[in-house]
């Protein structure tokens, strides 16, 4: 083995060492449903925000941000943070100051308050199913990598697709269940401590990639005008198109101003105050003030974090034009470089030994960051929502808690599952782009969660179980509908579309959750609040 490859495996045996030892010294102490998941709430806000970054930097970000500014050579994406800021407002504002309030351990429980069983239990399930669904699609992503190396090690005969699912399989394992290790016995206190480190192993690996790139790009000056050139805002507007042809434009577009604005705020009101995964570790602070404090200053650092991966998509196009590369992965049939392996590929091959175990600690730390939060939300939603309801509350703290590890236990295992079928389905289509796929999931259902959760807080006599539902039902169908889903599936099975009404948008994913929210709220809103359910909230609400 070479001085390079033994430099490499150190850094990452040291990241693991680091990590699984801080997640298995966390496990002292977490006696308590409230201990496993939420810390006690004595969690410092800026471990809180590191977790929060952690959980949003995924390895999906940290391939398919580069990738994006790969093939798009701008950073349009990063519009989209105007609305992760404008929605964490409203989230620190609204949302955690009544979940404080409702001393609520899951979120749902705050439904169950305010409509009732069957609402709570509605959106724990959309909950479940979608983070199941959008995290597991992650985990395939860092193990691209391996797929990678083997290619590079036998540039004459290129992996199968069997035989890069069997790869995948493998390291997506190994990954899933050392991440599942930790989450298990420490709780939330060893998530949010590993993610610490997590972060800072990203950060690093980040800024050693730009300046790596900057150098064998020509240097700073050379580099300068690709990176400061680079178009950062888009209307999406065509002069003289028409307003509906404009509009439709927009609608059909991913990164516009607009985008910002609008679908990029409900997108993050979503994720940020109605999913579990990430509102849990935000209740972890001392108190409202210092988790609002940690939530809004998580946006602010996401800016340069999100520039910086964005500048490292830009200038590896730059790096790929001054020097070809016959083996960076191209489409089968395109022959067009496949953007997400651009960074990789640049990773294995060029990289010296040592910062190329730190780049590769990197992708590590962001995917097992992002599952470990992801596992103790699921636990912890399913648990509280549905396991206690269906087998009975244990009599004892240690037996609540031992509910809460077999459903870490219980998600690791679907987790698996969901990877692998994304890993199958990303060998035999090459072309696919992470980002969207990753917040397309979202899309589709969370705007029905958005619409309910906005009803229960910014209302206070409308909305009921029976409402609720059939509003959640008619938003998911709206989102169906404008999306195209139902055609993509239809034609995925006979070979053509099934029906799509003439002159509507296909909309893209940063607006899917805005039109499911509007559609659920005008729906749930036709509807009245029982008088005790009513009661109920203002007695909650009464607290300081």
């Not at 069983?117 to 199941?132: K, Q, W």
Request: aromatic share 12%; with cysteine; charged share 10%.
């Amino acid at each position: 083995m070479t001085t390079a490859l033994l430099l490499d495996a150190a850094v990452i045996v040291a990241y693991f060492a680091v990590v699984l030892g801080i997640g298995l010294r966390m496990s002292r102490g977490e006696k308590s449903v409230e201990g496993f998941a939420l810390g006690g709430r004595q969690i410092a806000w800026w471990a809180v925000l590191a977790s929060i970054l952690a959980s949003e930097i995924s390895a999906g970000t940290f391939f398919g941000a580069p990738g994006e500014g790969f093939a798009l050579r701008n950073y349009t994406y990063i519009q989209l943070i105007i609305g992760y800021l404008l929605a964490r407002i409203v989230v620190s504002a609204v949302f955690i100051p009544a979940f404080y309030r409702h001393n609520v351990v899951s979120i749902y429980e705050f439904l169950g308050t305010r409509f009732g069983p069957p609402t709570r239990h509605a959106a724990s399930a959309v909950f479940l199913v979608t983070r199941l669904l959008a995290s597991g699609t992650r985990l395939w992503v860092p193990t691209v990598l391996l797929v990678m190396m083997w290619n590079l090690a036998h540039p004459g005969a290129a992996a199968t697709p069997q035989q890069e699912f069997w790869m995948y399989g493998a390291a997506l394992v190994f990954i899933i269940f050392a991440t599942a290790l930790y989450t298990t016995i420490g709780g939330i206190r060893a998530v949010i401590w590993t993610d610490v480190i997590q972060i800072i192993v990203l950060v690093s690996a980040l800024g050693f990639s730009l300046v790596f790139l900057i150098t064998h790009t020509g240097g700073w000056e050379s580099a300068k005008p690709h990176l400061l050139g680079a178009k950062v805002f888009d209307t999406g507007i065509t002069p003289g198109a028409g307003f509906w042809a404009n509009v439709k434009g927009v609608l059909e577009q991913e990164y516009t101003l607009w985008a910002a604005f609008l679908g990029s705020t409900f997108v993050t009101l979503a994720t940020h105050g109605t999913d579990q995964d990430m509102v849990q570790r935000m209740l972890t602070a001392k108190n409202k003030r210092q988790s609002a404090f940690a939530t809004i200053m998580s946006g602010l650092v996401d800016i340069p974090i999100q520039f910086a991966v964005l500048g490292i998509g830009i200038l590896l196009a730059v790096y790929f034009e001054q020097n070809p590369d016959a083996l960076l992965p191209r489409n089968p049939v395109t022959h067009e470089v496949v953007a997400n392996k651009a960074y990789p590929h640049f990773i294995l091959t060029v990289m010296p030994g040592g910062l190329r175990g730190l780049v590769l600690a990197g992708v590590l730390a962001t995917t097992m960051g992002s599952l470990s939060t992801a596992l103790n939300a699921l636990a912890t939603s399913y648990t509280r929502d549905f396991h206690f309801r269906w087998f009975g509350e244990p009599a004892t703290d240690a037996g609540r808690v031992r509910s809460l590890r077999i459903g870490t236990i219980i998600f690791a295992v679907l987790f698996v599952g969901v990877a692998l079928a994304t890993a199958w389905v990303s060998a035999i289509n090459p072309k696919l782009r992470i980002i969207p796929i990753i917040l397309g999931i979202f899309g589709y259902t969370y705007g029905s969660l958005l619409g309910i959760f906005m009803v229960g807080l910014f209302t206070r006599g409308r909305g009921n179980d029976r409402g609720n539902r059939i509003a959640m039902l008619a938003g998911f169908a709206v989102v169906l509908l404008l999306s195209g889903l139902h055609n993509d599936v239809w034609t995925l099975f006979t070979g053509h579309p099934l029906w799509k009404p003439a002159g509507l948008p296909v909309i893209e994913f940063p607006w899917r959750i805005l039109f499911g929210t509007v559609v659920t709220f005008a729906v749930a809103v036709c509807f009245r609040t029982p008088a005790n359910r009513i009661a109920d909230t203002a007695e909650k609400n009464a607290r300081p």
